[in-house]
């Protein structure tokens, strides 16, 4: 598999800006909605902290705006955007920026399977590359952010359970999505995994799963308690990963990070909590935490091992999940 794009660079590489979309619609959001945006505003707020991200925080309708400004005003490194988006996954409907954010990608967006169809979601991307002054490139085939991950050197991570599924993109196969891929985001290869965790209306999105950490190096969750709904997914993956090779011929080396367990929705029925969506910030971690604060702290000391320069920061995030995402979902880097 060969591509004469550069390949999108990894997340750990310096950011210009970190896009962050805010909770607009109090009709999704309902009982949670405050909590939401206390929750995206620590988030932001760790974001911006000295020597971090210069924040982007897009709001999607004008009954938000206001109180959001006010919300932010006098924080250094918080810039509020006027935007139109149905919800704040900007993760999957932003652009996937390339070097130096010199360039943008922006994919069809169907609503994750036709499951949410909400207006002005399938304008984000450009609404975004418009604001960061960017020329968007666009390409037909349908595609969210979170599906992928990128070790910078054109090794990209994904699930055969979101990227083949047949309401994406009907008919594909492992070479045509691979061709895709290295035309449009200048893949070399793909490293295919299965299924996704369970419940989870993204169809198994990988940045649920399994993440980069370092060139060579994949993160992925072990079960944490007996009733992990997805302890077989977890090991099924770690197995996988450990027979792989990336892009330039180097075995994939497996870090295993505690999951958050089982966490209920009100009808007990589990949810896809997951400290795989930590956001890798510019001189920080972001880990969303889901209330076992034992599980979140061995997450925080394993990703520490990789990622020693940088602040290991511990934030709830069970607002949000209720919405169907963490932080890693609500947000877009450019890089520098």
């Known amino acids: 598999m060969t591509s004469s794009l550069p390949p999108i660079p990894a997340e750990w590489t310096p950011h210009r800006a970190m896009w962050v979309g805010w909770p607009s619609h109090a009709e999704l ?6 909590q939401a945006r206390d929750e995206v505003e620590a988030l932001v707020r760790a974001l911006a902290g000295p020597g971090r991200e210069q924040v982007r925080l897009m709001v999607g309708n004008d009954a938000s705006l206001e109180a959001a400004r006010a919300r932010f005003a006098g924080v250094a490194g918080v810039e509020v955007v006027a ?10 409907t932003g652009p996937i ?55 910078g050197a054109g090794t990209l ?10 309401n994406r993109n009907p ?14 985001l200048g893949a070399r290869k793909v490293l295919w995994l299965g299924d996704g965790l369970l419940n989870d209306h993204t169809d198994g999105h990988v940045d649920n799963l399994a993440r980069f950490v370092a060139p060579g190096v994949v993160a992925c969750p072990v079960a944490w308690g ?37 966490v209920p929705d009100e009808d007990e029925k589990p949810i896809p909590a997951s400290h795989m969506n930590f956001l890798i910030a ?18 925080g000391q394993a990703l520490a091992t990789v990622f020693p320069d940088r602040e290991i920061i511990l934030l709830p995030s069970l607002a949000i999940l209720s919405g169907g995402g963490s932080f890693h979902c609500i947000s877009q880097q450019e890089p520098a």
């Open 157 to 166: 991570l994904t699930t055969r359970q979101c990227l083949l599924n047949p």
């Open 171 to 184: 008919g594909w196969s492992e070479a045509a999505a691979e061709v895709a891929l290295g035309q449009a």
């Open 97 to 151: 920026f390339g070097p130096a954010s010199a360039t943008a990608h922006a994919f069809r967006f169907n609503g994750w399977g036709g499951k949410y169809d909400f207006p002005h979601d399938d304008e984000v991307a450009g609404q975004i590359a418009a604001a960061a002054r960017v020329p968007l490139t666009r390409h037909d085939f349908i595609l969210e952010g979170g599906a992928l991950d990128h070790d």
């Open 226 to 262: 007996r009733n992990d709904p997805n302890d077989d997914v977890y090991d099924a993956t770690a197995r996988a990963l450990s027979q792989m090779i990336d892009a330039d011929g180097g075995a994939i080396r497996v870090l295993r990070i505690p999951s958050p367990g089982f």
């Open 282 to 299: 510019n001189g920080a971690i972001i880990v969303p935490t889901y209330g076992d604060d034992r599980a979140a702290d061995l997450a």
């Open 83 to 92: 935007g139109r988006f149905g919800d704040i996954w900007l993760r999957d």
């Open 29 to 34: 959001w309902l009982d949670q909605l405050e």
